[in-house]
């Protein structure tokens, strides 16, 4: 059983930064893509970043140069550096990890951006 545990969401001023972690843990040899989602009140979940087994990154235009996904691949985690927040940056974020042929939520973390 696989489980994802997230942490580092907060309340922010617009302008300040934050880092979110997601570890996972459980019966794992290998893990594939490694991918940040959002979802604002009212508003469907969206697409932040991701980032492959092999390093590579893409993000969405709303983050891109603002936001930057890692991985530590020994300890099974990913992260989201978020620099210059904005308040619709406001939202929950969402890990999601791809292992073997399946995905995997995470739980969700909020991450509030006061203007």
């Known amino acids: 059983q696989v489980q994802l545990v997230e942490s580092g969401g907060g309340l922010v001023q617009a302008g300040g930064s934050l880092t979110l972690s997601c570890a996972a843990s459980?019966?794992?040899?290998?893990?594939?893509?490694m991918a940040w989602y959002r979802q604002a009140p009212g508003k469907q979940r969206e697409f932040v970043a991701i980032?492959?087994?092999?390093?590579?990154?893409n993000y969405a235009a709303s983050v891109k140069g603002r936001f930057t996904i890692s991985r530590d691949n020994a300890k099974k985690t990913v992260f989201l550096q978020m620099n210059s927040l904005r308040p619709e940056d406001t939202a929950v974020y969402y890990c999601?990890?791809?292992?073997?042929?399946?995905?995997?939520w995470g739980q969700g973390t909020q991450v509030t951006v006061s203007s």
């Open positions: 999601n990890v791809g292992i073997a042929f399946r995905t995997y």
């Open positions: 459980g019966s794992i040899r290998s893990i594939n893509a």
């Open positions: 980032i492959n087994n092999g390093g590579s990154t």
